[in-house]
């Protein structure tokens, strides 16, 4: 028998990147006031002079949580904010922090990116691919993990005129790209016909996903467009899961 999405959810850990993201903003608000989940663990890196808890704190006095507020008003105490890096190794984690997630969570969805079409191939390297690597080797230690999101892009092979639901191959392993930045070689001409560095990077992600040795329960999400519209979150008809 299947379980439905709240049953799926009912008691259990969830851990989330990008949190102070849109998508990660809905996500949250979402899985607290729909589904009885027993915590929600953020990271949250210290960015501008202020700490991971101020920031979270800000995050969660925004307007995608007033209506979380009126019917859920103690909902923060089911969120646990951990201080981290998803560009550190360890995603730099304390060690305290470190073996409660490997104990306890249930389920991740890494919704972090950087979304700058602009951004150098390096810096979107380091968020993108290697930030997501680092998610998976912490999944991979996981004790009790039944599912993994990974949330990329429909655009991410946009040089193809049909992107269906499945992988398709890339220019550049993501191994073979960190060397490139290592041994300081010329990174140019390496994103071919992507338009930009995050769809690049993104694709490159995907790959990498797809040839992890841990062969973990891991699903892509490729969205589209996300939007608001008269206090709806939509996504366009197109988006796209694999499962792997």
Request: glycine residues 4%; aromatic residues 8%; hydrophobic residues 40%.
């Amino acid at each position: 028998m299947e379980l439905s999405i709240t049953d799926t959810f009912k008691d259990g850990v969830v851990f989330i990147t990008g949190i102070t993201g849109f998508l990660g903003k809905i996500l949250v608000e979402k899985l607290l006031r729909s589904c009885d989940v027993k915590t929600i663990a953020v990271i949250v890196r210290c960015k501008k002079g202020l700490t991971a808890s101020q920031r979270a704190a800000d995050t969660f006095k925004q307007a995608v949580f007033d209506r979380l507020r009126i019917e859920k008003p103690d909902f923060v105490t089911k969120i646990k904010i951990i201080d981290g890096d998803l560009e550190q190794p360890s995603l730099g984690l304390s060690s305290d922090d470190r073996d409660w997630l490997i104990e306890n969570v249930n389920f991740i969805f890494h919704c972090a990116a950087t979304v700058r079409f602009n951004e150098t191939l390096q810096k979107a390297t380091k968020i993108n691919i290697l930030g997501t690597n680092n998610v998976l080797d912490l999944a991979s230690m996981m004790k009790n993990l039944k599912g993994v999101v990974h949330v990329s892009t429909a655009y991410s092979h946009c040089p193809r005129d049909v992107i269906r639901e499945e992988f398709y191959p890339v220019p550049i392993t993501a191994k073979e790209l960190t060397n490139m930045f290592i041994d300081e070689i010329s990174c140019a001409n390496i994103l071919e016909n992507w338009p930009n560095t995050y769809t690049f990077t993104k694709a490159i992600a995907e790959n990498m996903i797809l040839n992890n040795d841990n062969q973990l329960p891991i699903s892509i999400f490729r969205p589209s467009i996300i939007g608001h519209h008269h206090g709806c979150v939509k996504f366009s008809f197109n988006d796209i899961l694999i499962i792997v």
